[in-house]
């Protein structure tokens, strides 16, 4: 290995910055791709009986992983199989109904080759994504998706770099063509994201996260301030939600409204709370996603909401700390 001339700080983040304008342009490009064949592979993969099996050896063998990945997640049943393990048996895993997707820039990875036959004898439909649409995976082909790209970045032409890059966003755009064609919607998408902050945001609600119960402080407007600093104590939320004679929200009072007040009034405490609460608060609903509420708290500055339930009555109170602790803030 030759040791590198010295080379200015400026000019090795300009090669850097080469390296990033060749990938740009090479996925830009793949956008003239896009035709016919193209939309004919999505539907192909939405109406496959049975599974997409994702091949390819190297750098495309872990596109493809990430490509079966995809597909799954999106409602496309998929999994990813090695070519060289597919050879030693685990081809037996592929059934006729099934459509492979196969992944290789040159189209001549030997051990793609060497599958091809078996592919066929198994009645599969075979789609290829591939720089080189006319080599031997290409033409074996039911249909080609061409990724093929002007160079690589390495700046020898030689490392998988914009090709690479190309084929995962062609991937990309396929998986979510068939996504989009199959229907799949928000709700499909939690039903597979059950756990992480991806599932949360889709499907928790404000119910499942709100102080309730004995943790709901709730205080008669009747009542005096001194009151309802007791009750924020105890649930240690910084507010209290005040409610009528009727259990109906009327105004809240927060530990801000006491430090600011008591200032100006050092009788504060023995004040009747209708007195000195806020009307009409902001709230938000027990069945709101907390994903689509977690906003609302930067943007009114508040550190909490009174919940209320389709009827308007206040059944508990939603904190920020709470959003944080599922990481939705």
């Known amino acids: 290995m030759k040791k590198p001339a010295l080379v200015s700080a400026a000019r090795w983040a300009d090669r850097a910055r080469r390296t990033l304008r060749i990938e740009a342009r090479a996925v830009a490009d793949q956008v003239a791709h ?29 596109i493809g992983r990430k490509l079966a990945a995809t597909l799954s997640s999106t409602g496309t049943a998929a999994y990813f199989v090695h070519p060289t393990d597919g050879l030693h048996g685990d081809v037996g895993m592929v ?7 196969a992944l290789s820039h040159s189209g001549e990875t030997e051990e ?23 080599s031997p995976l290409g033409r074996a082909a039911d249909l080609v998706v061409n990724t ?49 902050t991806l599932g949360k ?23 005096r301030v001194e009151d309802a600093l007791a009750v924020m104590t105890r649930t240690r939320l910084g507010a209290a939600s005040l409610v009528d004679g009727r259990g109906r929200l009327t105004g809240v009072f927060t530990d801000g409204d006491l430090r600011r007040r008591l200032q100006k009034d050092p009788a504060l405490l023995s004040k009747t709370l209708s007195a000195v609460m806020t009307r009409s608060p902001r709230t938000v609903g ?19 909401f009174p919940v209320v339930d389709r009827r308007g009555r206040p059944v508990g109170v939603l904190d920020e700390k709470d959003l944080l602790d599922e990481g939705l803030v």
């Open 201 to 223: 945001r889709l499907t928790l609600r404000v119910g499942e996260l709100m102080h309730q119960g004995t943790d709901n402080p709730l205080v008669p407007e009747s009542k």
């Open 34 to 62: 896009v035709d016919r064949h193209f939309v004919l592979a999505a539907e192909r993969l939405i109406r496959t009986r049975g599974r997409v099996v994702v091949m390819g050896i190297g750098k495309s063998g872990l």
């Open 112 to 134: 793609l080759k060497k599958i091809l036959g078996t592919l066929r004898n198994l009645k599969v439909f075979l789609i290829a994504l591939t720089g080189r649409p006319r």
């Open 95 to 101: 059934l006729a109904g099934d459509t492979v997707l």
């Open 148 to 196: 093929s790209v002007r160079g690589e970045a390495c700046p020898f032409n030689i490392t998988p770099t914009a090709s690479t890059t190309a084929m995962l966003a062609m991937g990309d755009a396929l998986a979510l063509l068939a996504m989009e064609m199959r229907g799949f919607g928000r709700e499909d998408f939690a039903r597979l994201h059950p756990a992480g």
């Open 286 to 304: 027990v069945d709101d996603l907390a994903a689509d509420v977690a906003p609302l708290f930067r943007k009114y500055g508040l550190d909490n």
